[in-house]
């Protein structure tokens, strides 16, 4: 197995970026992947998120990509929302990680 990068793409003010590498770490176990590597990359201005692939705080990449397509990349520091099956959520759950990372594997 070859390790996967995650990182998620984050801003100070975010609530949920801390929560977000917890639940990338439970999703992992979840499916007994241990060969990740998580990494934090904080966003520091609206000029650094328009110039990286930050879609909304946090974004989590997997190898590069965003583990959730179609979410815009956007140039400001701002909260992402994601999907889930209790609506709209700060964070995704730990199933749809463990879901994107079977997928990417």
């Known amino acids: 197995m070859v390790n996967m990068r995650v990182e998620i793409l984050y801003f100070d003010g975010c609530p949920n970026w801390v929560a977000a ?6 999703a992992a ?8 590597d998580i990494g ?3 966003i520091g201005s609206d000029a650094e998120a328009a110039a990286s692939p930050f879609a909304g ?3 989590i990449l997997i190898d590069g990509t ?6 815009p990349q956007v ?3 701002a909260c992402r929302l994601y999907r889930t099956k209790a609506g709209a959520a700060g964070l995704p759950t730990v199933d749809q990680l463990a879901d994107v990372l079977r ?3």
């Open 103 to 105: 997928a990417k594997a």
């Open 40 to 42: 934090l990359w904080r």
């Open 66 to 71: 965003d583990a959730f397509d179609g979410a």
């Open 21 to 26: 590498a917890d639940r990338v770490r439970a």
């Open 57 to 59: 705080s946090p974004t």
């Open 75 to 77: 140039d400001q520091l």
């Open 29 to 36: 176990a979840t499916i007994g992947r241990t060969d990740l």
